[in-house]
T-cell receptor, first 115, second 110 residues
Framework: AQSVTQLGSHVSVSEGALVLLRCNYS??????LFWYVQYPNQGLQLLLK??????LVKGINGFEAEFKKSETSFHLTKPSAHMSDAAEYFC?????????????FGKGTKLSVKP | NAGVTQTPKFRILKIGQSMTLQCTQDMNHNYMYWYRQDPGMGLKLIYYSVGAGITDKGEVPNGYNVSRSTTEDFPLRLELAAPSQTSVYFCASSSGGEQYFGPGTRLTVT
């Protein structure tokens, strides 16, 4: 069965510092992987997705993630944090091969950005 | 293009009451989903639908019912509300792959 583990329920960085949010997955089929962001009192918004094309995926707002099959990881990074990046971030994996699966979500990582 | 809309935004129910959470999408997506979000637990899938007339259970379906009579609408029914159903509920839709989420309904059962 597919699963996602997000390491660290809270991450705090200073403005301008590197953002690194960790996601490890378990999948019995070639995975489709996603990162979503949730701002306070809002729904989830797609940041980026991996669907078996390029292993380095660029998303919105300067975020990117690298798919590493050998490490079963899909960590999210941003070179320089901005105050507006403060939000909760969710990693998700599709529960079956291809685009028709349901998403299995991690428990989320709340990112705080200090001025 | 409104995307996915949900009503109501907030609701307080007494134990044993029933209610329907409404969800509508205007993107002609075949797939629709209901999730609940509890603090520190991520999102759990309640029910999903792959098209009008077709629904299936997700990870946490107990206490809920759904129907899908049209492509656009996917209401979630709570028949006998319990405190354990206090949560934030999100509806989402998809044409396959990425999902588009509504703004959520915050439900409190007391």
């Amino acid at each position: 069965a597919q699963s996602v583990t997000q390491l660290g329920s809270h991450v705090s960085v200073s403005e301008g510092a590197l953002v690194l949010l960790r996601c490890n997955y378990s999948s019995s089929v070639p995975p489709y992987l996603f990162w979503y962001v949730q701002y306070p009192n809002q729904g989830l918004q797609l940041l980026l997705k991996y669907t078996s094309a390029a292993t380095l995926v660029k998303g919105i707002n300067g975020f990117e993630a690298e798919f590493k099959k050998s490490e079963t990881s899909f960590h999210l990074t941003k070179p320089s944090a901005h105050m507006s990046d403060a939000a909760e971030y969710f990693c998700a994996v599709s529960d079956r091969e291809g685009s028709q699966g349901n998403l299995i979500f991690g428990k989320g990582t709340k990112l705080s950005v200090k001025p | 293009n409104a995307g996915v809309t949900q009503t109501p935004k907030f609701r307080i129910l007494k134990i044993g009451q029933s209610m329907t959470l409404q969800c509508t999408q205007d993107m002609n997506h075949n797939y629709m989903y209901w999730y609940r979000q509890d603090p520190g637990m991520g999102l759990k899938l309640i029910y999903y639908s792959v098209g009008a007339g077709i629904t299936d259970k997700g990870e946490v379906p107990n206490g809920y019912n759904v129907s899908r009579s049209t492509t656009e609408d996917f209401p979630l029914r709570l028949e006998l509300a319990a405190p354990s159903q206090t949560s934030v509920y999100f509806c989402a839709s998809s044409s396959g792959g990425e999902q588009y989420f509504g703004p959520g309904t915050r439900l409190t059962v007391t």
